[in-house]
């Protein structure tokens, strides 16, 4: 008689649908992702918490910026958080173009090789746009495209600083200038990853994944190190100096609170989240329990970062109850770790064509 082990959390209910890396899609599914892309920027879709791209951007610099502490980044949100942003974006896309999903960009391997007419295009410094390919036209010069009412609409009243004090509102940055000579290339290395997927905790795991300076102290000394920055290394790269005014700074993604303005963000999120997949199938889910679906999820992290609290601002996608994430949710129940961990680290309904460790 043979046994079919099958853990408790996972329902197959979901048909299951595959990301890729973006080097593996044919020509005209990159055109037909790219289209949707598009569309998804420049049109809205109805009854949809994120309606277009920017939204997402908004949503993510309120959370960034939240007055108590950062709530997407710097504390274990962070791997959950930007999971579930993954997620929205796909659903977008896919509102658009059903086969669409959220590919990945496998930095490890040739970085340089995406930013190709090809694929993610070109990038024009002084005009702030992609200039070539499928993206043409696409702007990732981002501060004048976020100040609008899709983008206040998500940040609270009292909160009128939305950037950096070093990076206010309005100023003229620049993108993305990939591939700048002081930072390592690749930005990370597959050994780097590899290392990260040998961590035996859920904070030791999203330690290694992300690091700012600011992050240092939740994340122990111990990760001070190459292995811990692998998240912060391939904004950087991708990056590249932002000018502000007249001076250059560098800076995460450009800007940490609203980097999703390129679309370059969702790719290398979508490789971080398949991290956490390969986690789970490594390690995770043999700690994920029903009541702690998140295999290990520390409680004792920063404001903002526990478990069971609800992510600020408040949003409502996932249906706790079938443990989906829905276009506008369906319980009524703001969003914690706790559920997308549910939904999207215990029953996801994706894999990755192939996974790192
Ligand atoms: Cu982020």
Request: with cysteine; net charge negative; glycine share 6%.
């Amino acid at each position: 008689m043979i046994l079919l082990l099958v853990p408790a959390l996972v329902q197959p209910t979901i048909a299951i649908f595959l990301r890729k890396e973006i080097r593996s899609l044919s020509t005209d599914e990159f055109y037909e992702w790219s289209t949707a892309l598009h569309k998804f920027r420049d049109d809205k879709i109805p009854d949809f918490t994120f309606p277009n791209i920017q939204t997402i951007t908004a949503f993510h610099a309120a959370a960034t910026l939240n007055e108590t502490y950062d709530q997407a980044h710097q504390g274990a949100n962070f791997i959950p958080l930007h999971a579930l942003l993954i997620r929205a974006f796909e659903m977008g896309l896919q509102y658009w173009y059903p086969n669409a999903s959220s590919i990945y960009w496998d930095w490890s391997n040739d970085p340089s090789a995406i930013f190709t007419p090809e694929l993610m295009g070109e990038y024009d410094e002084s005009a702030g746009v992609i200039l070539n390919g499928p993206l043409a036209n696409y702007p990732v010069g981002y501060v004048a495209e976020v100040a609008n009412e899709d983008f206040l609409g998500w940040v609270p009243e009292n909160q009128t600083v939305l950037r950096h004090e070093s990076l206010p509102l309005n100023k003229e940055i620049v993108g993305r200038v990939a591939n700048q000579t002081m930072y390592y290339d690749p930005p990370a290395t597959a050994e780097m990853v590899e290392a990260c997927g040998n961590t035996t905790s859920f904070r030791d795991f999203w330690c290694c994944v992300f690091y700012v300076e600011d992050a240092r102290d939740s994340c122990n000394s111990t990760n001070d190190s190459s292995e811990s920055r692998i998240h912060g290394l391939v904004h950087g790269w991708y990056s590249g100096y932002a000018t502000v005014g007249d001076s250059l700074v560098r800076f995460d993604g450009a800007d940490l609170a609203t980097s999703p303005n390129d679309p370059i963000f969702f790719l290398h999120h979508t490789n971080i989240e398949r991290f956490w997949q390969a986690w789970a199938v490594k390690t995770g889910r043999f700690m994920a329990t029903i009541a702690d679906p998140c295999g290990g999820y520390d409680e004792e992290t920063p404001a903002g970062h526990g478990i069971r609290e609800p992510f600020y601002p408040k949003i409502d996608m996932v249906d706790a109850a079938t443990n989906e994430i829905l276009p506008d949710g369906a319980d009524g129940i703001p969003d914690t770790p706790y559920v997308v961990c549910g939904a999207l680290y215990a029953n996801p309904p994706y894999e990755y064509d192939t996974y790192p460790f």
